[in-house]
């Protein structure tokens, strides 16, 4: 059987060459693949059809060839990037939740000579905060990729609905290759769809080259109509092989200026062989043998949603809670089935109402915390809905509110001071906040040299590491500041503090909470002075909490064993006195609960805890050379496995309206508590240095020559979405 290969086509603008850092010849750490992608403005159609073929080789379809249709769980975040940085840094575990997205495939081929025909369903492409969609894919691929053409022959058709059963369709679009020009090579791209009922958008894209690829010249665009207006930019490209020359407008490809002979308005001249780098993913390896670090992260899981007893629907239990395609809503005791091997195994479903987490001490003096942004909240936040929390810095040995920031649909948007606000702190004061860089919940004493942050761990009952419990599982939890009081009803969300509050009003007084693996209340918290289990009253919604203090759910301050000694209640936050403590988090959101599962022995499955290790980052540990504002800054990492590394913050780039990593970390740069690891990258974008324009005069911009689509030749004609049941074939690109 040929093996058909479709080429990445962002690569076509630049000649890139990727040498692992590491020494060690035959290891894991060298013989990992590294993927790369250039990202321009004038790109974006591209990339496009680069996030569709990343996505559509997770099928592994050249293996179920004239097999028949099978089913794939496909890994969406590893091919389709969020632009925003949604995390607000409100929930130990609202955003590492492991999602796959259900798919149906078939793959057709008669014979060697004859063109292998995709197909592929996608029942449920939409996100959470868009509306509906399904899509219909189809690729017809006479010939594989050569030297002579990297692109191969292929057709390629996607069509997007509302959902299969409506079966309303809303858009699509058509990848063609092309073909019948001597010495060149080349293909065309046209996309039309829309993003609500109001919004629609079309992007299009003709891009021909010489068979090298040395040489070229593209024509792309994109437009929209919406309730705010419509528009649109095209651009117009030419490349040799050292230099990208680019010319923009806002409007038509008749509008571009080099139609009427002007080739240097709006133009900007690109090095194809310099270019910052920016690492999306990432893998850590035994720094000593350079073998690739495993984590038993999870395992997918099907259920029985009609009650007809057909486990037809999935999902995925790991670390964070179970993920499931229709946000189905367990309760304690339901089961559901692991396949493994061809053997299947009955698991039963254990809930709670929040979860415990176990936090250990990590300090970090306040002279290393110049240009680290910390979030904070007070009474001012909750009585001015204008922001949702003030932006906190340390300067002249103080910390002071230094800006606004509000949450949109487009990411956080901070509003700076003109004056910053000093936040005044008595004798024994505890300031909370919170840091996206330090891996969450962050304290300051006053009068300390050092703030705290931490290394935190879901307590699952299991018993296993760091999640063990003293006492086979059964404790007693001694709690001085923000100690709740047990159920929390509609009288008790209105105020974060005081009466009409979730927590005990004498502050400073010992309160005892009870927690167990097993029994009545298991894993709960349970206040002693109640008698009550301390968690949201069932009447609760979360549009009962909008507009509260506590629309991210509650969290008690620090608890400690009732075998330590604490003198005085302020001793809590003394980092000398107490290395290790416990919070309870409870809310209406899944995130803020506790769910895994019971193997048939009665035990709950293990799953390791994602690797956290604190990371200072410096010019020398830079991809690009230079830390700029992040020289020796300290950033809490966290590994997940399968290229998932996260910690490093997100920031937007105005110019591109794009956003991307802070700092990339170069490769074999060596990390970790005990300097165990290595870090490689996995996936990494790459953005073009800008040179100046008379770099680029051998460069013409001019018409490619096959003009740009104005509409599709044809469709995902596919059909009805094939029924198929059983275990996945493919889960995350990995055949089972």
């Not at 020009?181 to 080259?209: P, R």
């Not at 002071?400 to 004061?429: F, R």
């Not at 549009?543 to 991210?552: A, C, G, V």
């Not at 919070?583 to 803020?592: A, D, I, M, P």
Request: hydrophobic content about 35%.
């Amino acid at each position: 059987m040929k093996t058909t290969k479709l080429m990445p086509l962002t690569l076509v603008m630049a000649s890139l060459s990727i040498q692992a850092e590491y020494n060690d010849a035959g290891t894991d750490y060298t013989l990992a693949e590294q993927q790369s992608h250039v990202w321009n403005k004038a790109l974006e159609p591209i990339e496009l059809v680069n996030s569709i073929l990343c996505f559509t080789a997770q099928f592994n379809s050249v293996e179920f060839a004239n097999q028949g249709p099978y089913l794939v769980l496909a890994d969406e975040s590893v091919c389709f990037d969020e632009d925003e940085s949604a995390d607000s840094g409100q929930s130990s575990g609202a955003s590492n939740q492991t999602q796959l997205m259900k798919a149906v495939s078939s793959v057709v081929r008669e014979s060697d000579s004859d063109p292998l025909l995709v197909s592929v369903w996608l029942p449920d492409m939409g996100q959470s905060d868009e509306r509906e969609q399904a899509i219909k894919f189809k690729a017809e691929i006479h010939n594989g990729a050569t030297d002579a053409n990297p692109f191969g022959d292929f057709t390629f058709n996607f069509d997007f609905f509302d959902n299969f059963d409506q079966n309303t369709q809303t858009g699509g679009g058509e990848v063609k290759t092309i073909s019948g020009l001597d010495g060149q090579i080349g293909f065309t791209l046209y996309e039309q769809g829309s993003h609500s009922a109001n919004e629609t958008y079309k992007q299009f894209a003709s891009v021909v080259m010489s068979e090298d690829r040395t040489t070229g010249v593209a024509l792309t665009g994109m437009e929209y109509s919406g309730q705010y207006g419509s528009g649109g930019q095209t651009f117009a490209l030419a490349f040799n092989e050292n230099r990208v020359l680019v010319q923009s407008t806002n409007g038509g490809f008749d509008d571009l200026p080099y139609k009427s002979g002007d080739f240097a308005t709006g133009s900007q001249c690109l090095s194809r062989t310099e270019f910052s780098s920016h690492v999306h993913r990432y893998d850590l390896f035994d720094a000593s043998t350079g073998a690739a670090v495993g984590l038993n992260s999870g395992f997918p899981i099907r259920y029985d949603t009609a009650g007809n007893g057909n486990n037809d629907s999935y999902g995925f239990v790991d670390y964070w809670g179970l993920w499931t395609e229709s946000g189905h809503q367990f309760s304690n005791g339901d089961t559901v089935v692991k396949d493994s091997d061809g053997q299947q195994e009955t698991l039963t479903v254990v809930t709670a109402p929040g979860r415990l987490i176990k936090n250990t001490v990590n300090l970090l003096a306040l002279t290393e915390l110049a240009g680290i942004d910390f979030n904070y909240w007070d009474d001012d936040v909750y009585q001015d809905s204008s922001f949702d929390q003030w932006v906190v810095n340390y300067s002249n040995q103080q910390f002071v509110k230094v800006g606004k920031l509000s949450w949109t649909d487009n990411g956080p948007s901070v509003t700076q001071l003109e004056t910053p606000i000093v936040i005044s702190l008595g004798d024994y004061d505890t300031l909370y906040m919170y840091s996206e860089q330090l891996g969450g919940e962050v304290k300051y004493l006053n009068g300390e040299d050092s703030i705290t942050y931490y290394v935190q761990t879901f307590i699952d009952g299991s018993q296993q590491g760091g999640a063990a419990l003293p006492n086979n599982g059964t404790i007693t939890l001694t709690c001085y500041d923000n100690c709740p009081k047990g159920t929390i009803d509609d009288q008790q969300i209105a105020q974060y503090w005081g009466e009409n509050s979730p927590f005990e009003t004498e502050q400073g007084t010992a309160y005892q909470f009870t927690f167990s693996i097993d029994g009545v209340n298991a894993l709960t918290l349970v206040s002693v002075t109640s008698g009550e289990a301390v968690h949201f009253d069932s009447s609760i919604t979360s549009s009962d909490l909008e507009s509260t203090p506590h629309h991210w759910g509650v969290r008690t301050g620090p608890m400690v064993l009732s075998s330590q000694s604490i003198s005085n209640s302020w001793e809590i936050y003394d980092p000398n006195v107490v290395q290790e403590f416990y919070v309870w988090e409870t809310g209406v959101n899944n995130w803020n609960r506790l769910t895994t599962v019971r193997n048939e022995s009665g035990d709950i499955v293990s799953f390791d805890r994602p690797i956290q290790f604190s990371y200072v980052h410096t010019n020398t540990n830079d991809r690009n050379g230079d830390a700029g504002d992040y020289e020796n800054q300290t950033f809490m990492l966290n590994y997940g496995g399968n290229g998932n590394l996260w910690g490093i913050p997100n920031i937007k780039n105005d110019e591109d309206d794009h956003y991307r990593a802070a700092f990339s970390i170069d490769d074999g740069v060596v990390m970790g508590g005990s300097n165990q690891y290595v870090i490689k990258a996995r996936e990494i974008e790459e953005l073009m240095k800008p040179l100046a324009t008379s770099e680029c005069n051998e460069l013409s911009l001019q018409d490619p020559a096959v003009a740009v689509p104005t509409s599709v030749t044809g469709s995902a004609d596919i059909g009805s979405m094939p029924e198929v049941t059983g275990e996945p074939a493919v889960i995350a690109g990995v055949t089972q």
